[in-house]
């Protein structure tokens, strides 16, 4: 069946360090990908997107590529800041329909000043 | 502006005793998500709605029931809350038209406690 693999955390990084969260996926076809970020206390917010191979998703500073070759769509950011840190779930729809959502279980980003 | 709101965002109760939690959309979204999340795990689909259709999800336990008499209010029932019963519920709707038709929408979500 349909799953999502996460590198597990907490990932531990300085202020302006190069981030790497490593998702891999299996899925039966080829079904858009996504990151959401999650914040002490709230919700889930969608970070980023790709719909289909080799695109590339990409918003505040965060990036990631749909690679098919691979089964990836590992969350890349440059220089990381304190505000960053918070819970990241990689995620893809589930075949079936209603685009439900099958999450990674999650890695935990700590940054420190 | 909050498109999925959750109310309340912290709820306390007693071991047994009914609960309900309350979720509203301003989007009009079709499809809505209840989710329950443990502590340092991945959201887990309780059920869906596309409109007023209900769709449970198979190891959802009987304790969890919910309503959504029209588009933008969904409620989450607990019936007989349980220890195990304390966690995030997260509520959420699925996009609709470009670009956002394949996205979730989440709430800030309503922390139970049970006692």
């Known amino acids: 069946g349909d799953s999502v693999t996460q590198m597990e955390g907490p990932v531990t990084l300085s202020e302006e360090a190069f981030l790497t969260i490593n998702c891999t996926y299996t899925a039966t076809g080829y079904p858009s990908l996504f990151w959401y970020v999650q914040y002490p206390g709230e919700g889930l917010q969608l970070l980023l997107k790709a719909t289909k191979a080799d695109d590339k998703g990409s918003n505040k500073g965060f990036e990631a590529t749909y690679r098919k070759e691979t089964t990836s769509f590992h969350l890349e950011k440059g220089s990381v800041q304190v505000s960053d840190s918070a819970v990241y779930f990689c995620a893809l729809p589930r075949s079936g329909g209603y685009n439900k959502l099958i999450f990674g279980a999650g890695t935990r980003l700590a940054v420190h000043p | 502006d909050a498109m999925v709101i959750q109310n309340p965002r912290y709820q306390v109760t007693q071991f047994g005793k009914p609960v309900t939690l309350s979720c509203s959309q301003t989007l009009n979204h079709n499809v809505m998500y209840w989710y329950q999340q443990k502590s340092s795990q991945a959201p887990k689909l309780l059920f869906h709605y596309y409109d007023k259709d209900f769709n449970n999800e198979a190891d959802t336990p009987d304790n969890f029931q919910s309503r959504r008499p029209n588009t933008s209010f969904c409620f989450l029932d607990i019936r007989s809350p349980g220890l195990g019963d304390a966690a995030m519920y997260l509520c959420?709707?699925?996009?609709?038209?470009?670009?956002?038709?394949?996205?979730?929408?989440f709430g800030p979500g309503t922390r139970l406690t049970v006692l």
């Open positions: 959420a709707t699925k996009g609709s038209g470009t670009p956002s038709y394949n996205e979730q929408f």
